[in-house]
Every structure is written in structure tokens, then in C-alpha cells.
């Protein structure tokens, strides 16, 4: 599967008389791992809140594959659709085991995609994937943080996505824990998958990326290999140099 995953066009997000997203363009191809860096305040939070029906732009649109306008769908209708966000605030429920989160995330904007024995099989294996088999029947409360990330992982991931979107996946990790969460996003890459990460951690990129976007005021900086990125002498001004 080749093409657009994602094409944003034009896009201005307005708060009050603010932009945070500035007249954007950008294209993310299926099979890609596209990770979108930048300063505190850049816009990226703000972007993946756009593409995920959170957040209303004042101008520009959004679409899906190379036809389908998302720009104004709810929230629900887009993880239908088969776009699902990983969020930057860690938010487990810490009352609930760690299969009941994987089993509330195969269920994508209020739909249940599995039932029965596929329900399981499926729960199995996102659970083998992110690495939380063993604790499968523990409380999310009670796992590490580095496990909570990947708990979250593992909800997004459930439904099976097209597009995935991760925002700041190792903040606070170990370095081990970080090594261990770049394996497992090149582990979700595939042909008809985009999946876009949000970080600051550029050791993380680095490993993850085909391409980074460089975004900075609401614009794009610089687009390009993590090599040219860190070469660039305007994104080290702005952003790696600080
Ligand atoms: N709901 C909102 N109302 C007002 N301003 C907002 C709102 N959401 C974000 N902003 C502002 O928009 C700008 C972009 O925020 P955003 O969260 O997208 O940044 P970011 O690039 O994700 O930064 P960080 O790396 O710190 O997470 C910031 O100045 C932020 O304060
Ligand atoms: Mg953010």
C-alpha cells in the first residue's frame, strides 16, 4: 500500500487572537514512521489534536488516504476511520487491569471491531507486542511508567490503525525503556500503516524515523532525514542548539 495517509493542507488553528498552527502543509505516506519534533509550544500537540477531531481549525483541511476530508468529523468518526492517538498527559485508568485497557482499545470510536474468540486472540497479541502478557491481570496502576507507556501503546494499537499517532512515547523513560520503545515502534511499521511520533528525544528519533518534520511557530522549519535535520542550521538555532 503506497500513498497519502495524511495530507494537511493549509491548516491555521486559532486560540483567541493566537495561532498555533500556522497556514501547514505536510503530506505522511502510508508505511512511514514520520516523527515531528520541534520547540515547546511548536504546534505539534496541536496538530495530532486536529487530525484526531479535538481541536476545530479556523481554516485548512485534513485528509485521510488522498480523498477523504476529516477535517470536520467528530472525534469518533475519525478512530472509526482508523486513526488513533496515543496521548502526551499519561492517562490509564488505574483501576482497571491492563487486559481491560487493551480490550476497551480494540473498540475505535464506539465500535466493536472483534468479538468472542477473535476478542481474545486479538487481546493476546497486542498484549505480546507491547510486552505486558505477565502483567496482563495486574491493575494499570500498579505497573512502572515505562509500562504504562506501552500500556497505552497497546490501547492504540488494539483496533488495529492505519494511521498511529504517539505523542511523546518516552518522556520520562529509562534509556533502556526508550531502547526498548524504538524496537517497538519499528515493530508496527507496515506498508499500510503511517504512524507519526511526537518527541524530544532525538537519541529516540533517531532510531524511529524515515523522516522528521521540524515544526516551529506553527509552520514547518525543515523536512528531511535526521541527519539533514540535525545539520540544518535553522532548526540548531531554534531548537537542537538549545
Ligand atoms: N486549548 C488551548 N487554548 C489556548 N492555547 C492553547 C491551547 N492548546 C494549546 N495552546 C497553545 O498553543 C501552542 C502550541 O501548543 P502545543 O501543545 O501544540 O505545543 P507542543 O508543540 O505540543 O509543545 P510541547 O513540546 O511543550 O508539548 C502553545 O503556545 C500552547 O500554549
Ligand atoms: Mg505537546
Redesign the pocket.
Request: net charge negative; no cysteine.
Given at each position: 500500500m503506497a500513498g497519502v495517509a495524511l495530507l494537511v493542507d493549509g491548516l491555521t488553528?486559532q486560540?483567541?487572537s493566537?495561532r498555533?498552527?500556522n497556514d501547514l502543509s505536510l503530506a505522511i505516506d502510508y508505511g512511514e514512521v514520520r516523527a515531528v519534533i520541534?520547540?515547546?509550544?511548536?504546534?505539534?500537540?496541536?496538530?495530532l489534536?486536529v487530525i484526531s477531531g479535538i481541536?476545530r481549525p479556523k481554516d485548512g483541511r485534513v485528509l485521510f488516504g488522498d480523498t477523504l476530508d476529516i477535517t470536520r468529523q467528530s472525534e469518533s468518526a475519525i478512530a472509526r476511520a482508523g486513526i488513533r492517538r496515543k496521548f502526551?498527559k499519561p492517562s490509564v485508568f488505574e483501576g482497571l487491569t491492563v487486559r481491560q485497557h487493551i480490550e476497551i482499545g480494540t473498540e475505535a470510536g464506539f465500535r466493536r471491531k472483534y468479538e468472542g474468540p477473535a476478542l481474545e486472540a486479538r487481546v493476546a497479541e497486542v498484549l505480546e507486542i507491547v510486552g505486558l502478557t505477565e502483567q496482563a491481570a495486574r491493575m494499570a496502576g500498579e505497573l512502572s511508567h515505562g509500562q504504562k507507556q506501552w500500556l497505552e501503546i497497546g490501547m492504540v494499537l488494539a483496533s488495529d490503525p492505519r494511521v498511529l499517532m504517539l505523542?511523546?512515547p518516552v518522556a520520562g523513560l529509562t534509556d533502556e525503556e526508550t531502547a526498548r520503545t524504538a524496537a517497538l515502534v519499528r515493530s508496527l511499521k507496515r506498508p499500510d500503516r503511517a504512524i507519526v511520533v511526537?518527541e524530544?528525544d532525538m537519541d529516540f528519533v533517531e532510531l524511529i524515523a524515515d523522516r522528521v518534520t521540524v515544526?516551529h511557530e506553527?509552520r514547518t522549519l525543515f523536512e528531511g532525514s535526521m541527519d539533514k535535520v540535525r545539520a540544518d542550521e535553522s532548526v540548531v538555532e531554534v531548537y537542537l542548539g538549545r
Open positions: 488553528v486560540f483567541g493566537f498555533a498552527i520541534g520547540p515547546n509550544g511548536a504546534g505539534k500537540t496541536t496538530l489534536d481541536t502526551q505523542d511523546e511526537v524530544h515544526l506553527g
